[in-house]
């Protein structure tokens, strides 16, 4: 059995093991195709029937080395890297429903996830119920139907920061025999593994903290591999039924565990080609090596700069389970590494939505940017920007209020980002 290693050390070495006289990096495989001798070497391609590659819409040497180290963090059996986060999203809820399908998703998640279940999936035949992660088990239970065939949630909320109570999530789905599938962007394997606490499958927007330096887009798919899919009978007939489009093949008998991954890889990825490039799986991966250093940084930042804010009398309220007057600091005291979330931070101003302008208009040091979680510091108004689409009640629902303020902490010298925040709140 191999020596299972800590994360920091997954970080760096996992992934990519080279032989004698292969580069020490991991190389950028830049080419769409790949070489045989014979015709029945890509004929048994084709089939699934070896292994290999020959065509990189489908698989890439490099971005499979990236995949492997992910899966290698978050403690699962197989990955598959996508082009994008909410292609990740997409990816696994379409894996396993069609039309027809209904899913059960936490209200309070990213806003472009919400706009994706909400109104492109059900453009599908999907539909979706959204329900309040706070809710009891109970009152979650009864948004199920004969015919869901997910469950979904963020560990840390994007940008409410709710804290998902995983296991309860996980007890609610497996219940009615569904899967629990775990968005864990923003804490990362480094301070969550959702595998532990039940959950089934986890997704990433790798354009976050994997990645850290705002280089590329990207997303991930990981299968803990823990999910009995054929324990639930014709119910995920696309895992447990023949594929006639490889001639029959029945993906949980041939791949075992691996299933849920290869059929998204030889099936998904052929029909919608959703796949990132081989240079974006390498800055991904240089990212990746930095990972834990940096979200130990972030989450110093943010401690930080949450108790400054928290004491600060131009502010409302801070949402930050790091604090511990915060609601769901004891959620992030049970499943979060030393009770670490993130580096993202939202608050609210008491002068409202006219303070929140003047506020971020004032900054030096943190810019106006959608982007979230890298490594420089960023802000946005969510109800202006990545959840403007949203009705009031909708708004209310994700936890986004008219003043909400996401501020993404960076990895800049703490001292110097409170100094930036103490003259914007001047002129607030």
């Known amino acids: 059995m191999e020596k299972e ?46 292994d290999g590659y020959f065509y990189s819409r489908v698989q890439n040497p490099t971005s499979d080395a990236v995949a492997a180290k992910i899966a290698d963090l978050e403690g699962g059996v197989a990955a598959v890297l996508t082009s994008s986060g909410q292609a990740a999203n997409f990816y696994a809820i379409a894996n396993i429903c069609e039309a027809g399908d209904h899913i059960v998703a936490a209200s309070t998640i ?36 004969s015919n869901t065939k997910v469950m979904f949630a963020e560990t840390i909320a994007n940008p409410a920061l709710v804290v998902l109570d995983i296991e309860k999530f996980a007890k609610i789905a497996h219940a009615h025999q569904v899967p629990l599938i775990v968005d864990n962007t923003f804490a990362t394997p480094i301070n969550c593994r959702p595998f532990a606490w039940g959950a089934d499958i986890v997704v990433h927007s790798t354009t976050k903290y994997m990645d850290g330096h705002a280089m590329q887009i990207g997303g991930a798919i990981v299968d803990s591999g823990n999910f009995e899919w054929e324990a639930c009978g014709d119910k995920y007939h696309g895992l447990t039924q023949p594929d006639e489009s490889y001639h029959g093949i029945i993906y949980t008998k041939k791949f075992g565990k691996k299933a849920y991954i290869t059929k998204a890889t030889v ?33 110093y930042n943010a401690g930080r700069i949450a108790e400054y804010l928290n004491r600060h009398e131009k502010v409302s309220h801070v949402n930050y389970a790091g604090l511990p007057t915060d609601k769901y600091y004891p959620l992030a005291q049970k499943y979060m590494t030393e009770g670490r979330t993130c580096g ?66 960076g990895i800049e010298n703490v001292e110097d980002l409170l100094e930036d925040l103490a003259q914007a709140l001047d002129k607030a």
């Open 5 to 50: 290693y800590r994360q920091e050390t997954k970080c760096i070495q996992s992934g990519w093991t080279p032989k004698r006289g292969e580069p020490r990096i991991l190389p950028i495989v830049q080419s769409t195709t790949f070489k045989y001798d014979t015709t029945d070497e890509m004929g048994k391609l084709f089939d699934l029937e070896a």
């Open 110 to 145: 990213y806003g472009g996830t919400y706009n994706l279940f909400g109104v492109t999936l059900k453009k599908f035949g999907i539909d979706c119920t959204f329900v309040d992660a706070d809710a009891d088990e109970e009152t979650i239970a009864a948004a199920f139907k």
């Open 267 to 299: 099936q998904l990825m052929r029909d919608l080609g959703a796949v990132p490039s081989p240079l974006n799986c390498f800055l991904l991966n240089v990212g990746l090596e930095s990972l834990a250093l940096r979200v130990e940084r972030h989450c």
């Open 344 to 409: 993202v931070i939202s608050f609210e101003l008491k002068g409202g939505r006219e303070a929140a302008v003047r506020f971020m208009d004032s900054l030096k040091l943190a810019a106006i940017v959608t982007h979230v979680a890298d490594a420089r510091t960023g802000v946005l108004h969510p109800a202006s920007h990545t959840h403007r689409q949203m009705n009031d009640q909708q708004l209310k629902e994700a936890g986004v209020s008219a003043g909400l303020i996401r501020y993404s902490v």
